[in-house]
């Protein structure tokens, strides 16, 4: 397992779920940790990111504790977050972090189905056109063949009339 993430959750685990440490050493250990992070991955660096936002947000003292700070049960919860997300978002190797091949796949099929939405009006209209196409010349023959019969029967009534006047 990585080292990066199995520090982190080790971290966490150690705060949250066997409660070894206290928020505030949680809070040191967190900092030196991030600090001495040398890693450049952004998807980790999106996960690990809120934690270090509520960290910064911890106060322990709840007499000078303001309403945008974090108790010790926020901060708990926030890193218990960061914990499934790490889970859940991440297999490690040795080499590096990388998603796992289901999320990569649940990205790339909401890309391949927003691209599809987008086509779909021109795809009706293609379809619309070729359909049109189809039909409108028999439209067209078949009202054309109707009126010419019809004027075929109109003249030669005229003609008849004509004869028979005559």
């Known amino acids: 397992m990585n080292s990066l993430i199995s520090d982190y ?3 966490i685990v150690l705060f949250t779920d066997k409660k070894e440490i206290s928020a505030l050493e949680f809070e040191t250990e967190f900092l030196k940790l991030f600090k001495s992070d040398k890693s450049c991955d952004e998807n980790f660096y999106e996960i690990i990111k809120p934690l270090f936002y509520a960290v910064e947000d911890f106060c322990s003292d709840s007499e000078i504790r303001e309403d945008d700070d974090l108790d010790e049960n926020q901060l708990a919860e926030a890193a218990k977050g960061t914990l499934d997300k790490l889970e859940k978002l991440y297999i490690a190797d040795d080499k590096n972090l990388q998603p796992v091949k289901d999320e990569t796949n649940i990205k790339q099929l909401l890309t391949e ?3 599809l939405i987008n086509n779909l009006p021109l795809l009706i209209d293609r379809i619309v056109e070729e359909k049109l196409n189809e039909i ?7 009202t054309l063949s109707e009126e010419l019969h019809t004027l075929d029967a109109n003249s030669s009534k005229a003609v008849s009339s004509k004869s028979q006047q005559s």
Do not use: D, F
Not at 136 to 142: C, D, F, T
């Open 113 to 115: 189905l927003n691209e």
């Open 9 to 11: 959750k080790e971290l």
């Open 136 to 142: 409108l010349p028999v439209i067209v023959k078949n």
